[in-house]
């Protein structure tokens, strides 16, 4: 498994990060890696999707968990991807820190790669974080 942390601090309140961060289908905005995403259902605070990847339009399931105003739990249930991305927020003197960590493997035989796409999903991951980050400030 590859895992993955980001951290940011954003000059704003939790309220204000927490309502981009939580507009899940607005994902690819800010994610490059994430082209596309289609819910297929949800219920309560969880929502079943489909995501389309960036890597080779691959497509994977995933079920999502939204714990509001504190973290959106993503874990891949089906596809290239194995694993969990977590998008956390903490709150300190009217600034925000968001935080994703991965832990996340290719899988079958793409298994073999994983240590190579690290580098790019913590790249991708540094880049929406900043782009959430100046969405928000701006």
């Known amino acids: 498994m590859a895992t993955i942390e980001v951290e940011v601090e954003i000059d704003a309140s939790i309220d204000k990060v927490w309502d981009v961060v939580s507009d899940i289908d607005n994902e690819p905005k800010f994610w490059k890696g994430t082209k ?9 605070d969880t929502v079943n999707r489909e995501v389309t990847i960036a890597f080779r339009d691959q497509k994977c399931l995933q079920q999502v968990k939204i714990f509001p105003k504190e973290k959106i739990h993503a874990k891949f249930t089906k596809g290239i991807i194995d ?16 935080t994703t960590f991965w ?20 790249s991708g991951t ?11 400030e701006r």
């Open 36 to 44: 596309e995403v289609r819910n297929i259902s949800k219920e309560g």
């Open 83 to 98: 694993g969990e991305k977590i998008v956390s927020l903490s709150e300190k003197n009217d600034k925000t820190t968001l």
């Open 103 to 122: 832990d996340i493997r290719l899988t079958g035989m793409m298994g073999m790669f994983t240590g190579m796409i690290k580098k790019h999903i913590k």
């Open 126 to 136: 540094e880049q929406a974080m900043q782009s959430i980050k100046e969405e928000i």
